[in-house]
């Protein structure tokens, strides 16, 4: 049984996207505190890989690799945390807070993992390896743009 003519095809158009970077490298803005660590390794923390380890869930992802040393090793008092942000506690293994992440903290941040980027971050599991990259705020807020953009779009991606 017929009922009538058929639909026309959605509209295609090709959006200009940036090559996604994966779950292997993550984009941050400088922390709060990031001046508190010794240029070394801050220099480690951009130039070698972290692996996930098993203490990793929904608060937060502990990492395991270069060991990041404080200039000033005196504890902050305790302030918010931000979705995203990478705390240093006294063993300097880095820990990239997550969803479920406690609301306050007294540990340095040496860096924020970018907001475009977060999502990558529920992808991760134990025994992955990741790098960090640093980008400025304007990078930032113009990858979430762009990714937003792409999120938003109406219409078929070729």
């Known amino acids: 049984m017929e009922i009538g003519e058929e639909p026309p095809a959605p509209p295609r158009t090709r959006l200009q996207v940036p090559a996604p970077l994966g779950r292997e490298v993550f984009r941050v803005t400088e922390g709060p ?8 390794s801050a220099a480690a923390f951009y130039g070698t890989r972290y692996r996930v380890t098993s203490d990793a869930n929904r608060m ?13 090793a005196r504890e902050l008092i305790s302030e918010g945390v931000a979705l995203g942000g990478i705390q240093v506690p006294a ?4 820990v990239i807070l997550f969803v479920e992440q406690q609301t306050t903290g007294g540990y340095c941040k040496i860096a924020n993992v970018i907001a475009a980027d977060l999502p990558a971050l529920g992808q991760l599991k134990p025994g992955d390896e990741i790098r960090f990259q640093r980008v400025d705020l304007r990078e930032a807020r113009e990858l979430l743009y762009i990714q937003e953009r792409w999120i938003n779009a109406p219409t078929t991606l070729l």
């Not at 063993?91 to 880095?94: A, I």
């Open 60 to 72: 937060g992802l502990r990492l395991a690799g270069a060991v990041l040393e404080m200039t000033d």
């Open 91 to 94: 063993g300097g293994q880095p």
């Open 33 to 40: 505190q990031a001046d508190r660590f010794r240029a070394e």
